[in-house]
């Protein structure tokens, strides 16, 4: 087990925010919110999959919903641990630890803060290593577990429990449901051994995330080699340069959806355009595609490095665009149909970054 | 206990599309449910609130949609008793028998299959005496009794459980899930137990139902006096006799909307406008409301006195309005804002049927 410090927060926040790819919610609210539950109810441990009985029971604790409406309206912390009884109460069964099912945006941390208000520890291990829009984009799909039982809550009391027969069924009715309750609500999903999570989850995710924002961190003071230290971590690379022209984007069906255009600093014949669905999914330069999911899209301001969200993205913005390569564990079985570019209505192949 | 035979079945038939009113879905579906689960799962038995221990909990189970999809999407079974038993997860508590939420319509005998397949009792009480679109709109609201925890399940074996902050809460989020799942789907809800019902319940109406069903069916066989009979014993009247002259349906919103106009036949200066709402639920003669929830408006076929639910009405039909007064368990506290005509969104006054 881990205790979390300070510094830790700091630096899982800010690598948080760069795996959020643009969405995921803001990982600074989740901070204050993991801060809060820390005073409140203890400090918090972070357990490795070896450090817990295999028989034990984990499930994962999301913010589900737009991000455009999570920004507006702020969890107000018991829907979390209602969502996990309310699965709970449907299992007839006590949930023994607490797993991100991403960790990428605010999904990160708020785990943390469930855990130890539950007085549970929470899992070095999560679902995608990254943000994504839909609940079924996950390892644990591709390993074959079920997203059901599942449960919603919102801040006023209401709980749904959901046991479906596919993921993609879970997801459309969880995501309704979700609109029907003010698209920014606590989930609690994919309830698993800690064995099944050994095999089906991407292990230690929380300490990429928190050694990720580290490097990141360096990047922004400045110091030497940095850069090159945060490539070589992640085998990402610098993708695009340049200041954004065009911007569109709009709420719909439960997700925050747009384009951003992209124009390169040295040469305005060159530009990028980024597909969202919440987060930055697909980068198109010149019309051929350069980072398709489940790779990364990472923006960075230019000057500070400091992470762009799709909801405070503005015309005339400059910009670095940052491609890190998917946790291994995202391409396993019928990964393309999954989390490829289809599994989003995008109709061009898979580009490998290595390529 | 009553023991239900086959004359039973067919009054109760008869008299659950008269308390349909015009919606409800046809219980002539439920009935071959009912004749099936008796051949598979033996004998149903009806029993008084004063049979069963005050401690035994009750659930309703009905099927929810639109009367226009039913009757395309009939229940496959399965769904009812998936039903039940995920409300049983949730709440982590055997049902031990089941009531209708509404005697009218097929919800009348959907029970009566569901509890034989699971070997529990069905109550003779529910909470409308009649249909009516919303799940809310029950002698149990208005006794202050929670609609939830609910359940939702649908053919497919996808399963919801509910627990809401209020039954308008509720009705909207199982409408929105089950417009999601197909709009024909089987609910459970009301958990209470016998010495709740006792209090929130309409006592006998299954028994009502069934007299009245006799008393319908004396009517089509032209026993002498049995329009009399059948009048006194509901306390109701004819409102109306005419033939249609103008029909407009719509589902939409999770219900079977429309309007349907009737001319009287020896004044054709004479008009009733009737409003639907998956049941027809307001009379409105010459600009001026006649009946209005929660009393029952009823169509008839003028030359069989068959009942005419709101998916097989047609222009040119000649028809008979009968006005029946609501079961007085429907007028409780704050009635007139759960069943009375502002519940509809109708912008007029309760009138009486005595007045």
Known sequence: MR??????????TLGATLLGTGGGGDPFIAKLMVEQAIEDFGPIDVATLDELDD???????AVLGAPTVIIEKIPSGSEFTDAVRALSSYMGRKIQAIM???VGGMNTLIPLAVAT?????????????????????????????SSSPMSLADEKGNKIAFETVSNQMGERLVRGSAMMLGLANAVSLYPMTVA??????????MRYCSELGGHLRAVQRQEPDAWDRLLAFTGGRIAFEGKII????RTTTGFARGTVTIEDFADPTRTMRIEIQNELLLAIEDGRPVVTPPDLICMLDHETAEPITTETLAYGQR?????????????????LDVVGPSAFGYDVDYVSLEG
Chains 1, 2 share one sequence.
């Open 55 to 61: 028989d034990a029971l984990v499930a994962t604790v």
């Open 3 to 12: 205790r979390i410090a300070s510094e830790d927060l700091d630096h899982l």
């Open 246 to 249: 065009d911007l569109d984007r």
């Open 196 to 205: 099944q999570a050994k095999d089906a989850a991407v292990w230690g995710s």
């Open 117 to 145: 208000e539950l007085g549970v520890p929470c899992l070095d291990a999560d679902g995608m290593r990254r943000a994504f829009p839909q609940i079924e984009m996950t390892s644990f799909t591709l390993a074959g577990l």
């Open 319 to 335: 910009v670095r665009i940052l491609a890190l390569p998917c946790a291994p564990e995202l391409k396993r079985g019928d990964w």
């Open 100 to 102: 991100p099912v991403e």
